[in-house]
């Protein structure tokens, strides 16, 4: 079996991550435009995210937000976000770096990609590379055919990494 020297797999994840990033990073300066709005699902004791302790009590293993109409002061750097959110009524600002991100839907197009943790916090880093699970999975409405749009029925392309990979 060949060794992938490159990894395919990590620079596709971190491109992907870097699409992440661009994507709040419009939030963050000019809002959501339409209907969009994001589901972000995090490992919450990962390295750098930052939760207030009844959160992480709550979410012990990860957590979801929801980004629409009640955040304020997104920020995005190289490495993380950070917003403000309520729960309960208590305004609280959480850090969270891509890198923690397990996935991300945006359910009003559809659009999701499903990431792996990164290679030095998942168990599955000392399985071979072919034993891995797919680094990511990306989910995206179904391109129009020469008979004009998708049909429901055709749902959505989903990609996984491991189809690449040599046995």
């Not at 002061?73 to 959110?85: A, I």
Request: without cysteine; negative net charge.
């Amino acid at each position: 079996m060949a060794t992938d020297h490159i990894r395919y797999d990590v620079l596709a994840r971190d491109a992907l991550r870097g699409m992440l990033r661009r994507v709040l990073t419009d939030a963050a300066e000019h809002g959501l435009p339409g209907e969009h709005h994001f589901f972000i699902t995090f490992f919450s004791t990962a390295e750098g995210v930052k939760l207030p302790p009844r959160l992480l009590a709550q979410h012990p293993q990860e957590m979801t937000i929801i980004l629409q109409h009640q955040f304020w002061d997104l920020t995005v750097t190289e490495d993380r976000f950070e917003v403000g959110l309520s729960f309960g009524g208590i305004p609280e600002r959480l850090v969270v770096p891509f890198n923690a991100i397990k996935s991300f839907l945006d359910p009003s197009v559809p659009f999701s990609l499903e990431f792996q943790p990164a290679d030095e916090e998942t168990p599955e880093a000392k399985l071979p590379a072919a034993a891995a699970p797919a680094a990511l999975t990306v989910q995206t409405p179904a391109a129009e055919n020469q008979d004009g749009p998708a049909k429901p029925s055709e749902g959505a392309e989903v990609v996984r990494l491991d189809r690449f990979r040599k046995k």
